[in-house]
């Protein structure tokens, strides 16, 4: 996998819900978006803005079913994240 910076800071406004958890962050508006637990659990179910550099990670590519080679982990497809989002409550839940 490779990490390609991107200088492109992106601003979006998305409801949390922690149940979009992964192992490297939450999927949050099309990004994997990294959040600590604890801040999850306040944050879950409330109106957020996420404001925050781009990352790219490189996927797999598609899988050759004739090739013999382990199968590792990761995505399939490019994946973009934010590593160290700045995070603003728009609106707590009703």
Not at 9 to 26: L, M
Not at 44 to 50: A, L, P, Q, S, Y
Not at 66 to 81: A, E, F, I, S, Y
Request: proline share 3%; hydrophobic share 30%.
């Amino acid at each position: 996998m490779t990490n390609q910076n991107s200088d492109s800071t992106v601003s979006f406004i998305v409801k949390f819900d922690k149940k979009n958890a992964t192992k490297d962050g939450y999927y949050l508006g099309g990004y994997v978006v990294n959040i600590a637990y604890q801040q999850s659990k306040r944050l879950n179910g409330k109106t957020i803005k996420i404001t925050g550099k781009v990352s790219v990670v490189q996927g797999l590519g598609p899988y050759n079913q004739n090739d013999t080679t382990p199968v590792v982990q990761g995505r399939m497809n490019d994946t973009k994240h934010i590593a160290a989002p700045i995070i603003e409550i728009v609106k707590s839940k009703n």
